[in-house]
């Protein structure tokens, strides 16, 4: 499977705790992108990357969320102290760097806190 | 105004009906425009990019209209398997894509 795969798939935290979520780009994109969704909403962009270089942050990321593409390949999401509005599922996606092109999810990664 | 805004339905089709939905935009500088599907718990998958002069794609129809900055979704003969929730999806190309909320379309027997 050469598409973009994110780990873990479900994760149950408790309130305080700290999380991590990986992602892994298709392997010739560029940009890699974070987006949050919840029940009944479309998609929320977080922060995307070009390489390793981290372009652009929503004011969603509080400073609870951090992110990194270190070698311009995986990427982690970080959430420290998490809060249960954090629950939500956490959409990795990536593209290449032409311009208008679309970008392919992973299959994402459930957040739970409880 | 929000960025994307579609109707969020459902919008409850009988088999076969055509179905149309239709998505505004609030930025004019916007230049790549996209439909996803987005299935119950599952990530969005592209379904069609969206062009000027409109295009096709099976029973799928999309239209872009530049001037009144609107998007539209035609499908025809709807199968129970176009049960699902349509995002309208516009990128400025400085940034990731801007999702709507999506609408949820329920096809019936």
């Known amino acids: 499977d050469t598409g973009v795969s994110q780990d873990p798939r479900h994760k149950i935290t408790k309130r305080g705790q700290n999380v991590t979520f990986r992602c892994d780009p298709i392997s010739e994109h560029n940009r890699l992108y974070w987006y949050r969704q919840t029940l009944g909403q479309g998609p929320e962009f977080l922060t995307y990357f070009q390489n390793e270089a981290q372009l652009e942050k929503s004011r969603l990321l509080s400073d609870r969320f951090s992110a990194e593409r270190p070698k311009g390949s995986f990427s982690t999401l970080e959430i420290q102290r998490t809060e249960q509005g954090d629950s939500a599922m956490y959409l990795c996606?990536?593209?290449?760097?032409?311009?208008?092109?679309?970008?392919?999810f992973g299959e994402g990664s459930w957040l739970t806190v409880v | 105004r929000k960025e994307v805004e579609q109707d969020p339905g459902p919008f409850n089709v009988p088999e076969g009906a055509t179905v149309a939905f239709n998505c505004t935009y609030s930025?004019?500088?916007?230049?790549?425009f996209f439909w996803y599907r987005q299935d119950c718990r599952k990530e969005p998958k592209l379904l069609m990019s969206v062009y000027s002069s409109g295009n096709e794609d099976g029973r799928f129809t999309a239209q872009l209209n530049r001037a009144s900055q609107y998007i539209s979704l035609l499908i025809r003969d709807s199968k129970l398997s176009d049960s699902a929730t349509y995002l309208c999806?516009?990128?400025?190309?400085?940034?990731?894509?801007?999702f709507g909320k999506g609408t949820h379309l329920i096809i019936q027997p």
């Open positions: 930025n004019s500088a916007s230049q790549s």
């Open positions: 996606a990536s593209s290449p760097i032409v311009s208008g092109n679309t970008i392919y």
């Open positions: 999806v516009v990128n400025r190309d400085t940034d990731g894509l801007t």
